[in-house]
C-alpha cells in the first residue's frame, strides 16, 4: 500500500515593525513594510496568505529593544532592528474580517500581563475570529524590556520559566474550568443569559499569580488557544514537552532539524503526551523565481538591500553578547548567558566563533537558511526538511513584502500540490482542529485538561 504523503504546514513569519528577521531589506524599493502601521498593509497580507492556502500568520513580537550591540540603540535606530515595534494582537481583527480560515500565532511575554485580564484577552479574539488564535509563550529575552516594566534586569534563565508555568495553569483555569460548555442559555422569555450555577470562581495562590475570580468571559471555540513555543534550553524541552502544541526551531540542516524534533517529541512522551501532539516548524526563508536563474538573480538582487550588521546586533542580543568588542578574527567566548541559551548552542554548534564568521551567515541580514531556486528546487528542499528533518512545517520569514509570500502562493504552492504535499482547500474548523484533526479543544492528555469541570468534578 502506499503510504500517503503528509501535508506541509507553512506560516507566515512576520512582526509588526518595519526591520524583522532580514535585516536592511526595508530598503528595497519593492518593500511595503514601512507601511505596517496601517490597517491596509496587514489586510492585503492576510489576504495574500489565505489564497495560498497558509496555515496561518505567526507575529513575532519582544518586549523592549536591543541595546547589547555596541553599548547602545543608535544602530538598531538607524536600521529599524525590530524598533520601533508595535503591538501584534491590535491588528488580528482587521486581519479576521477579512479573511475565513487562516490562523494568528500571537506572541506575548508573560511578565508583560496578568494571567486574569491577559485570559480575557485571548478569548476574546477567540470569539472574534471563530477560534482561529494562537499563542507564542515566550518568557522574554533583553533587560531593556523588563526596565521598561520597572525591574532591574531580567530574572534568572530557568526561573522565567517557573514564572511562566504558574502563568499558564492560572490561564488553564480560567479557560478551561471558569464556565460549564453550557453556561450561556441567552433565554429571553426567561430573562436567563447565563445559568449561575454553571459558573465558578477560580481560587489560585500560586508562588508568582494570585486569583479569587470568575473568568470575565464565556468559553470561546477553542478554550484555551492554539499554544506555540520556541524555546529548545533544557528547561525550555521540559515546558514544551508539557505544554506547547507548535513548536518554533531554528535549525541549520535537516540533520539539526532531526535531533531538535526527536528532542521535542520525547519530551511530550516524558510529560504523558504522544510523539505527535507537538507539531514542530523550522524557520526558512525562501527565493524563488520561475526558473533557477530568475531566482538567482532576485537573491542577488535583495544581497544589494540587506545589513549584515544589523543581523549581527540582533544576534547580539539573543546572545546577551557585544560582537563589537571584537576584532574580525578574534575568538568569541560564548557563556552559558542569560538570554536565549539555544542561541548560543547553536553558535558554538555551527562554530561561529569569530565576528568574521558571524557576518558571512547574516550575509541576507539574518542567518536563516535560505532556498533559492525555481518551484521545484524549492519544493525537493522543503520535502528534504519535512521528510529528513522530521518536522511538520515552515514559518517562511519575510524578505521583501508582500513579494516572499505572493511568490510562495504563486510558484511553490501549485507545485507542492501537484506532489500531494500540501492542502488544495481549507478544513472546516477552527486552527486546533485544522492543524490536528481531532476537535477544537486540547486533548485529555494535556496539563490543562486536569482544570475541566467534568460531570464527575461537578
Partial sequence: MTQTKRHIHVNAFNMNCVGHIHHGLWTHPR????????????????????????DGIFIADVIG???????????????GIQLPVNNPWLIVSAMAAVTQHLGFGLTAMVGAHHPYTFARDVSTLDQLTNGRIGWNIVTGYVDSG?????????????????????????????WEGSWDDGAVVADRAR??????????????????????????????PQRTPVLFQAGTSSRGLRFAGKHAEGVFIGAASPE?????????????????????????????????????????????????????????????????????????????????????????????????????????????????????????????????????????????????????WQDFADLVVPELQNRGRYRTHYDTGTLRHRLFGRGDRLPAQHAAASYRRTEETA
Wanted: aromatic share 10%; charged share 25%.
Fill in 146 to 174: 523588563v526596565r521598561g516594566l520597572g525591574q532591574d534586569g531580567l530574572a534568572e534563565h530557568d526561573s522565567r520559566y517557573d514564572r511562566a508555568e504558574d502563568f499558564l495553569e492560572l490561564t488553564y483555569k480560567l
Fill in 65 to 79: 529593544y536591543y541595546d547589547v550591540y555596541q553599548g547602545g540603540v543608535d544602530l538598531t535606530l538607524r536600521e
Fill in 191 to 220: 430573562r436567563v443569559h447565563t445559568l449561575p450555577d454553571t459558573v465558578r470562581a477560580v481560587v489560585h495562590d500560586g508562588p508568582f499569580y494570585r486569583t479569587n475570580a470568575i473568568h470575565m468571559s464565556a468559553p470561546s
Fill in 256 to 404: 539539526a532539524a532531526r535531533v531538535a524534533s526527536r528532542n521535542l517529541r520525547a519530551a511530550a512522551v516524558a510529560a504523558g503526551r504522544a510523539p505527535g501532539d507537538i507539531k514542530i516548524f523550522a524557520g526558512v526563508a525562501v527565493v524563488v523565481g520561475k526558473t533557477q536563474a530568475e531566482a538567482q538573480e532576485k537573491y542577488a538582487e535583495y544581497l544589494t538591500h540587506a545589513s549584515a550588521e544589523s543581523g549581527l546586533a540582533h544576534f547580539a542580543a539573543s546572545t546577551g553578547v557585544d560582537f563589537a568588542r571584537y576584532g574580525l578574527d578574534d575568538p568569541i567566548p560564548y557563556g552559558t548567558g542569560n538570554a536565549i541559551q539555544s542561541a548560543t548552542q547553536t553558535a558554538r554548534q555551527q562554530g561561529w566563533t569569530t565576528r568574521r564568521k558571524l557576518l558571512d551567515q547574516f550575509a541576507l541580514g539574518s542567518r536563516y537558511h535560505t532556498i533559492v531556486g525555481d518551484a521545484a528546487h524549492v519544493a525537493d528542499e522543503l520535502e528534504r526538511w519535512i521528510d529528513e528533518g522530521e518536522i511538520d512545517g515552515f514559518n517562511l520569514t519575510r524578505i521583501v513584502v508582500p513579494e516572499t
Fill in 31 to 54: 518593500d511595503r513594510s514601512s507601511e505596517y502601521g496601517t490597517l491596509r498593509y496587514w489586510t492585503d497580507i492576510a489576504q495574500i496568505l489565505e489564497r495560498g492556502l497558509f
